[in-house]
């Protein structure tokens, strides 16, 4: 039997200060909503600029407890008014000095499940994540929702295909990759890496990107987020590369049994040779 989620993505740009952007994001949750969506992921660190384009220490003030934190308790009481799960890619204190890239994901009944934080780290021209995170510590857990079992893989680590295959022996259904991507030399790998990783993992992913140019430096945001499914089939358009856009698409879970059936690749999965990939 068929089962059909509809879900959201939503990717904005900066509009220069955190209260604004956070009303921005409740509006398109007000929006989904009303789209009938019952799922929406928002961008990467998505109520702030992108700030690891520059290294200053007055962007810690960007990170709050979770879940205890205000922003998390004020989209818990969204969601159990709207009946929508929510993932929200935020800037994690866990105490002083100790700061993570998370996701938080919240139930439709306004549950806090629990979080996923950022496990690879990059340091390079542009993107000094380093200097504002550790490195996650949380493994890849898989969220069971009143939509279904998601997870969560943060923008960096989407070059990583070790997360991709966690998530998916978890039972991971569908995967959103929350991201901050820039037009450049990685440009090419945004069309190929998620598509590919749905293939491999046999399940749905959706990306998402921030748009525009920020004050904070001259990366220019491209969008064009978008769902693919198991057979790394775009599901309708990708988004625009310069608009703010609420991506809503429909996604037939009939498809993970298929695909699965069909190529078995967990079935012939080989782990007892693949002991060298974790030496250092």
């Known amino acids: 039997m068929s089962r059909v989620i509809r879900a959201a993505l939503f990717q904005t740009a900066w509009t220069g200060d ?18 009938g969506a019952q799922v929406l992921c928002f961008q990467e660190l998505f ?14 003030e960007y990170a709050e407890q979770i879940p205890e934190g205000p922003t998390v308790r004020r989209f ?55 200097f504002y995170f550790r490195p996650g510590n949380s493994g890849w857990p898989v969220f069971d929702t009143a939509v279904g079992k ?16 966690a998530l998916g022996l978890a039972g991971a259904e569908l995967v959103f990759n929350p991201s901050a991507t820039s037009r450049g030399l990685s440009g090419y790998l945004w069309q190929l890496e998620q598509p590919a990783a749905a293939v491999a993992n046999e399940y749905f992913v959706g ?5 525009g140019v920020e004050e904070h430096g001259d990366n220019e945001f491209y969008g064009t987020s978008y769902f693919v499914d198991p057979e790394a089939q775009f599901v309708g358009e990708p988004a625009s590369d310069k608009e703010t856009e ?16 069909r ?5 012939d999965r080989a782990p007892g040779a693949y002991t060298p990939l974790t030496a250092p």
């Open 47 to 60: 109520y702030g600029p992108y700030f690891c384009q520059v290294q200053d220490p007055a962007f810690y």
């Open 150 to 165: 998601i997870g969560v893989y943060i923008c960096y680590d989407r070059h990583f295909p070790e997360g991709w295959r």
């Open 207 to 211: 990306a998402i990107n921030r748009v």
């Open 263 to 267: 190529w078995q690749f967990y079935r």
């Open 246 to 261: 609420l991506v809503v698409r429909d996604l037939d879970m009939s498809k993970l049994r298929t695909v699965r059936d």
């Open 76 to 130: 818990q009481d969204l969601a159990r008014e709207l009946g929508i799960v929510l993932v929200l890619p935020m800037y994690e204190e866990e105490q002083p000095g100790v700061l993570y890239n998370t996701a938080a994901v919240v139930d439709a009944d306004g549950t806090y499940l629990g979080k996923y934080r950022k496990t690879h780290i990059p340091q390079v021209k542009g993107f000094w994540e380093k």
């Open 18 to 35: 955190k209260e604004s952007m956070i009303q921005v994001h409740e509006q398109a949750v007000r929006d989904a909503a009303a789209q």
